[in-house]
């Protein structure tokens, strides 16, 4: 403490845990593992509850908080990213055009992040673009780069009319040449406490 302020020092990203990658008889359609230093892992029935979300209203965005871990793999080739959870967020201030959080909607699945996913990290958040493609907007990368800006976090974004879908990841929102399911949720890695 200096003068009555307090000083921190440059922010540093925590390192990643080295993982062994998912192995290809875990996956739901080995034959689709992108290649590429970075993957997104998504546990079995996760997929498919955000896809249950998004399409309750079709016409209007939504969205959520991703859930999960993030590693390195073993020889740090790879980093990649495991969806465990999601954690809808109910916004009343949406519209084809916009899905927007309160403060208290945030604190609200922070929360529910602490209660049902302890030891987990928010791996960044999905959300839908009905009829608008597949990208991430002006307003898109605004929450990517101050909230979810670590390399490793991640962006899922379905065009609900179009049916189409994307992943982005990093402080720039690097699009990914697609993602993996798993045929389990009994993932056996160690979550930090």
């Given at each position: 403490m200096t003068q009555g302020r307090i000083?921190?020092?440059?922010?540093?990203?925590?390192?990643?845990?080295?993982?062994?990658?998912?192995?290809?008889?875990?996956?739901?359609?080995?034959?689709?593992?992108?290649p590429g230093p970075f993957r997104v892992y998504f546990a079995h029935g996760i997929y498919?509850?955000?896809l249950n979300h998004i399409n309750e209203t079709p016409n209007v965005e939504?969205?959520?908080?991703?859930?999960g871990q993030a590693f390195t793999s073993l020889d740090r080739a790879t980093t990649f990213v495991i969806v465990t959870g999601a954690?809808?967020?109910?916004?009343?201030?949406?519209?084809?055009?916009?899905?927007?959080?309160?403060p208290r909607e945030?604190?609200?699945?922070?929360?529910?992040?602490?209660?049902h996913f302890a030891g987990y990290l928010a791996v960044g958040w999905y959300h839908s673009h009905p009829g608008h493609g597949?990208?991430?907007?002006?307003q898109d990368m605004t929450i990517v780069r101050s909230i979810?800006?670590?390399?490793?976090?991640?962006?899922?974004?379905?065009?609900?009319?179009?049916?189409?879908?994307?992943?982005?990841?990093?402080?720039?929102?690097?699009?990914?040449?697609?993602?993996?399911?798993?045929?389990?949720?009994?993932?056996?890695?160690?979550v930090a406490a």
């Open positions: 000083v921190f020092g440059q922010p540093q990203e925590a390192a990643l845990w080295p993982e062994q990658l998912p192995a290809a008889d875990l996956l739901a359609r080995p034959e689709a593992t992108p498919d509850g955000i939504s969205g959520g908080l991703l859930v954690i809808r967020q109910d916004s009343d201030n949406r519209s084809v055009g916009h899905f927007t959080v309160t945030v604190q609200a699945a922070r929360a529910s992040l602490e209660q597949i990208f991430l907007s002006g979810y800006n670590a390399p490793w976090q991640i962006a899922f974004v379905r065009d609900t009319l179009r049916d189409k879908e994307g992943v982005f990841y990093g402080p720039e929102g690097t699009r990914l040449d697609g993602w993996l399911e798993l045929t389990t949720d009994q993932l056996d890695f160690i």
